[in-house]
């Protein structure tokens, strides 16, 4: 009799949950939004801390990775490596000409199990009387292996 009742309740219980994938989608959902705002603060700490690797470490390393900015389309991380490396100084950890990066999040939404737009403003302050460089930035996140990568950068 106790068999009948615990395989009647684990019945309900999974009529609840729905199958493994909705229960999976489900919990993205709650826990995206708050792995992408780990790994944004990890890539700004990085890029503040002059450590170029730690930066790009939160983009997918793949060919079709894309970065639009005003100078056009780049395709795959070695490319994004080359222009940050030409148009900031990384001669140094000190963030003075770099700048001190740090995102406001705007909006993080899934698009699907696996992908997540999110839409922020970065900022870039100098210690001396400059004024902050600032921009909105429209990334789409995959889900790679456990861990949530760029796969697609707008940022203007």
Not at 56 to 68: C, G, H, W
Not at 84 to 98: F, G, I
Not at 134 to 140: A, D, I, R
Request: net charge negative.
């Amino acid at each position: 009799m106790r068999l009948v009742v615990l395989f009647a309740g684990a019945l309900a219980l999974s009529g609840c949950f729905g199958d493994g994938a909705a229960v999976e989608e489900q919990m993205n959902e709650v826990q995206a939004p708050t792995a992408i705002e780990s790994a944004m603060l990890d890539s700004a700490a990085g890029w503040n801390e002059g450590d170029m690797d730690r930066f790009l470490a939160i983009y997918a390393d793949s060919p079709e990775t894309s970065f639009v900015g005003s100078g056009g389309l780049l395709r795959g991380v070695a490319a994004m490596e080359e222009r940050y490396r030409e148009a900031y100084d990384w001669s140094q950890a000190d963030p003075a000409e770099r700048g001190v990066l740090s995102f406001e999040t705007e909006d993080v939404r899934m698009l699907g199990p696996d992908h997540v737009l999110y839409i922020g403003r970065y900022i870039l302050t100098y210690p001396d009387d400059r004024e902050p460089a600032t921009g909105f930035t429209s990334l789409v996140f995959e889900d790679v292996d456990g861990e949530w990568k760029i796969i697609a950068d707008h940022s203007s």
